[in-house]
Nanobody, 118 residues
Framework: QVQLVESGGGLVQPGGSLRLSCAAS????????MGWYRQAPGKQRELVAT???????NYADSVRGRFTISRDNPKNTVYLQMNSLKAEDTAVYYC????????????WGQGTQVTVSS
C-alpha cells in the first residue's frame, strides 16, 4: 500500500507565497511522474503542474511563471512553490503520483486547503 501525505497549505494574503509538499510512503515501489491538481468550490479538478522522474515539467497557463514544481527522488517527495498568489488560486490542492509496485497505479493525496484572502 502506498500513501501520499500532503502538507503546507493555509491562509495567505494576495501576493504572498506558500510551499506545498507531498511525500509518498509505503511498500517497496518506484515513482514515476508526480503532479499537483486543484479544485475550487463548484469547479472541476484541474491540472496545476506535473514533473517526470527525469525532471521535465509542465504547467497550467494560469500558474506558469508564478508556481514552480520540483521533486526529491530519494525522498519520493514533490513540492509546489507558489508565489504571487491570487484570490483565484484558492482551492483544495491534491498531489498525485504514478507508482509501480507490481503494476503502475495512480495514487492521490488527501488534499490540502489553500486560501488566498486579505
Amino acid at each position: 500500500q502506498v500513501q501520499l501525505v500532503e502538507s503546507g497549505g493555509g491562509l495567505v494574503q494576495p501576493g504572498g507565497s506558500l510551499r506545498l509538499s507531498c511525500a509518498a510512503s509505503g511498500s517497496t515501489f518506484s515513482v514515476g511522474a508526480m503532479g499537483w491538481y486543484r479544485q475550487a468550490p463548484g469547479k472541476q479538478r484541474e491540472l496545476v503542474a506535473t514533473i517526470t522522474s527525469g525532471g521535465s515539467t509542465n504547467y497550467a497557463d494560469s500558474v506558469r511563471g508564478r508556481f514552480t514544481i520540483s521533486r526529491d527522488n530519494p525522498k519520493n517527495t514533490v513540492y509546489l512553490q507558489m508565489n504571487s498568489l491570487k484570490a483565484e488560486d484558492t482551492a483544495v490542492y491534491y498531489c498525485n503520483a504514478r507508482v509501480y509496485t507490481s503494476y503502475w497505479y495512480t495514487y492521490w493525496g488527501q488534499g490540502t486547503q489553500v486560501t488566498v484572502s486579505s
